[in-house]
């Protein structure tokens, strides 16, 4: 019997790439960094592609890059949920319909019931439309994870059903009409120049992000000690905190950058009356509430997956659904509270997208399942079980709605849209295969 060589483990690290060696060094995920150079490639191919074509290139502009993060919110609200039901090994087709149906209901409890009982415009009336749209939101989401867990009808059938039957009840409910205009304290909620919170209340929100990554950074650090695991050199810590606070600011100088469109400030200017010409007011947008949302969704779910038991129980059921109930973990009821969580932030996405339209239409949220399950899984999110990451899926979410931004600004029809769509999801599905595949 041969013994191994402890030299031979210390030369192969020797003759390791930079590129593996940082890798190793500062933990940071290869296909997170594959997903971030695939993001920064289509925003450079789309921006030079109209500046060839049309003249003009308006994807890497202030406004475009602005508006994207309003449209991303919205799927990546979504998304973050779908991460924990593919972990699971279960899929959710109906996400779109729920989003059409209690935004329907929300517009008819904002504009046709409340304004009956607390007088038009009331305050209160986006406060409590908000927490019942939840509610409803969370009570169907438990309606289909208790049909999934507890009468043991497929994930993929329960959902579908629930896709054509929650669409056709938000028909029924509206009897097909365009309920116009929402609540004028909740249409803030999806964005625009007053759904935004100005460049001051930006650059508050970017410090508070600073400090929280360097916390997190050393209180990550003091877990290690404690725990006795491996430290990272400091380097990559010092690293790891410039990087996060840049890419903060960066952010932050980006939607600052985005001025209120001059009609607007002329409206501003009138009724604050201000004498200063309107063509030397400069105001800026900052981070939509939107964006908001969906940073703090993000953090929420990050931190529910990660520090939570219920979070340990999602990955332990994803990796083997028989020891997980073995283990004494209640796996349905993990699955009906999965499945819950789904439903609410589903109504909390259609808050910000009929907020965004000031409206509520039956078709809305229509093939928003299609996105949701692709941005889970481009962030790498396996259909296995057991893999996922809040922030794969929101940056999955990212580049699937600048896919479609791309194509809208480019001019590519709905038709060919969809079959960018379909490629891209088929494309993701197989890379995580192959992934899987290697890592054994």
């Not at 930079?18 to 940071?28: C, D, K, M, P, S």
Request: glycine fraction near 12%.
């Amino acid at each position: 019997m041969t013994e191994e060589n402890p030299q031979h483990g210390a030369a192969k690290v020797e003759n390791e790439g930079a590129l593996v060696r940082f890798l190793r060094a500062t933990e940071i995920d290869a296909r997170l960094l594959g997903m971030i150079a695939a993001l920064i490639l289509i925003w450079v191919g789309f921006h030079v592609y109209g500046q060839i074509v049309n003249g003009y290139g308006a994807f890497l502009t202030p406004r475009n890059l602005w508006n994207l993060s309003v449209q991303t919110a919205s799927i990546g609200v979504m998304a973050t949920g779908m991460v924990l039901v593919i972990v699971t090994r279960h899929i959710d087709l109906s996400v779109g319909s729920i989003l059409g149906f209690t935004a329907m209901a929300m517009a008819i409890i904002q504009v046709w019931i409340l304004p009956q009982f607390l007088g038009l415009g009331h305050p209160m009336i986006w406060i409590i439309t908000v927490i019942l749209g939840l509610i409803i939101g969370t009570a169907i989401g438990a309606f289909h994870g208790y049909l999934v867990a507890y009468l043991s009808i497929p994930a993929f059938i329960v959902t579908l059903g629930g896709l054509l039957v929650w669409r056709g009840a938000a028909f029924l409910l509206a009897r097909g009409e365009t309920i116009s205009p929402v609540d004028a304290t909740f249409k803030y909620l999806g964005g625009g120049p007053y759904g935004s919170i100005g460049a001051t209340g930006s650059w508050v929100v970017g410090l508070l992000g600073c400090i929280a990554a360097i916390v997190m950074i050393f209180t990550g650090r003091a877990q290690r000690k404690r725990f006795r695991f491996p430290l990272r050199p400091v380097w990559v810590e010092v690293f790891l905190g410039i990087v996060s606070c840049g890419g903060i600011i960066a952010f932050v100088l980006l939607v600052n950058s985005y001025p209120w469109p001059k009609g607007i400030v002329k409206q501003y200017v009138k009724a604050n009356n201000i004498e200063t010409p309107v063509s030397e007011i400069f105001i800026s947008h900052g981070f939509a509430i939107p964006v908001l949302i969906l940073i703090a969704v993000g953090v929420a779910m990050t931190f529910l997956t990660t520090r939570t038991r219920f979070g340990r129980y999602v990955f332990a059921i994803g990796g083997n659904p028989e020891a997980a109930n073995l283990a004494g973990i209640n796996t349905r009821w993990v699955t009906v509270k999965i499945f819950a969580l789904m439903g609410m932030l589903c109504a909390l996405s259609a808050v910000i997208s009929s907020a965004r339209l000031n409206s509520a239409t039956n078709n809305l949220g229509t093939l928003d399942e299609l996105y949701v399950i692709a941005a889970a899984v481009i962030g790498g999110t396996s259909f296995a079980g057991g893999i996922g990451t809040i922030y794969g899926a929101i940056l999955g979410a990212l580049v699937m709605q600048s896919l479609q931004t791309g194509m809208v600004l480019i001019g590519f029809d709905a038709a060919i849209q969809q079959i960018v769509v379909g490629t891209v999801l088929v494309v993701a599905v197989w890379i995580d295969t192959v992934y899987r595949r290697r890592a054994k």
